[in-house]
């Protein structure tokens, strides 16, 4: 059986919660850890330099070709593939680093690099990779200046442009537009309850009461932004979560319903059948299998 999935913060005292690693040289100090499932408190942008590695998220395979850039939202399950054979850099940073005002905050919950509704996003650098390229090696040579003054806004400056220019790109790149307004926004809204709640809210009442619009309502809005009920999408996350522990951890049938807010085993095994066809011991004996 697999270990717990490991949860990573940032670094401990750095003068600011961002930072710049060579992930092919991790890969040589921490390969275990990095391929086996985890998870981190803070956003990343991996840039695959050279290599072909397969980066599996939630469960999800993706292709990786060389200059590609993947963007993960924080607390994302993820591992790197074990064969190696590739050379990456990842931009690490916080909610605390980049949020310096409302509008930060709105964009990092808006942008499509981490919160693309339909997929995972990445892209590859071709015309844009000369800027983009420029931008990170500024970065890179900002960090180095030790005790610069105005050295975090200019790093986060430079991160707000990268991240401007990279989504500029990637709408390039065969993204599917979802259109602005209200259904849009309802939608994002409700997934963000949904991400805080799941565990201990399954009843779409209390988030379209929270989000003052009736139950109707909301479901247009997502079923016509994701050709999903609000249901669905709690059972979607619910699920996910079930199956992250399932496949990654060592914890009881028990001790994962429990913590998914299933308070007898029995209702926790039903829902999961229910929703996966098959039971969660029988998913996690194919898993491991």
């Known amino acids: 059986m697999t270990e717990p999935i490991k949860s990573y913060d940032f670094k401990e005292g750095m003068p600011f919660e961002f930072e710049i690693v060579s992930i092919s040289a991790l890969f040589k100090q921490s390969r275990q850890e990095l391929t086996a499932p985890h998870r981190t408190a803070f956003y990343h942008i991996v840039w695959f330099q050279t290599g072909t590695p397969t980066h599996i998220v939630d469960f999800n395979p993706v292709p990786i070709q060389p200059n590609t850039l993947l963007f993960l939202n924080k607390d994302t399950v993820q591992l790197f593939d074990s064969r190696g054979g590739f050379e990456a850099k990842a931009i690490l940073f916080t909610d605390n680093f980049f949020c310096r005002s409302e509008a930060d905050i709105r964009y990092l919950r808006s942008t499509i690099l981490f919160n693309d509704l339909l997929g995972i996003s990445y892209l590859q650098l071709d015309e844009a990779s000369p800027v983009l390229s420029s931008l990170f090696s500024l970065m890179e040579r900002e ?88 249901k669905a999408i709690i059972n979607d996350r619910v699920m996910l979560e079930a199956k992250r522990l399932l496949s990654h951890t060592s914890e009881s049938i028990k001790e994962i319903g429990y913590e998914l807010g299933f308070q007898e085993p029995t209702n926790f095994i039903k829902y999961f059948r229910k929703h996966n066809g098959n039971t969660p011991v029988e998913f996690r004996e194919q898993f491991t299998t």
């Not at 500029?168 to 259109?179: H, P, W």
Request: aromatic share 10%; proline share 2%.
């Open 143 to 230: 960090l180095q200046a030790s005790d610069e003054v105005y050295q975090p806004d200019i790093l986060k400056n430079y991160l707000h442009n990268f991240l401007l220019l990279a989504e500029r790109e990637r709408r390039r790149q065969n993204f599917i537009e979802i259109r602005k307004g209200a259904d849009l926004e309802y939608t994002v809204l409700f997934k963000e309850l949904v991400e805080a709640r799941y565990k201990q809210v399954k009843q779409v009442s209390s988030y379209a009461a929270s989000l003052s619009v009736s139950e109707k309502r909301l479901n247009q809005a997502t079923s016509k932004v994701l050709g999903k009920s609000p």
